[in-house]
């Protein structure tokens, strides 16, 4: 396979993720950039909304907008940080919904990655840490 059709290929494969995630977790009023936002704030509390924008692949003012609206809704609030430094934080109601819809995320992605068997999954995952290293 030539690179150009290669990184094509990851790109399609991104895309129908995100598709059909967003598909499934409708009924949740929720969507697969919402969850990304509640896993985060779950992953690392305290973290700026800058760095919270760069974990979700955002802007600071799209991940701003974002936020705010995930308040209104009552799935995070913002929280006093350091100096004028706002942090968010889940709530209840948020981290219940990231859980719920992470199950549908984790169907989503053994639907997908179904067709490998457990040494080729593990090769795949080698493979993308390769290329693509964890920020520790």
Do not use: C, Y
């Amino acid at each position: 396979m030539e690179l150009a059709e290669l990184g094509l290929s990851v790109k399609r494969l991104q895309a129908r993720h995100h598709r059909t995630a967003d598909e499934r977790l409708a009924p949740l009023g929720v969507t697969l950039v919402q969850w990304d936002a509640l896993r985060h704030l779950h992953e690392n509390p305290g973290a700026s909304l800058h760095d919270l924008a760069q974990l979700t692949f955002q802007t600071d003012q799209s991940f701003g907008a974002l936020a705010a609206r995930m308040v209104d809704r009552g799935l995070i609030e913002r929280v006093p940080g350091p100096g004028r430094a706002a942090r968010h934080r889940l709530t209840g109601k948020g981290d219940e919904l990231r859980v719920e819809a992470g199950v549908i995320l984790e169907g989503v992605l053994k639907e997908s990655f179904g067709v490998l068997d457990a040494a080729e999954l593990a090769t795949f995952g080698e493979l993308m840490e390769k290329l693509v290293p964890r920020q520790r």
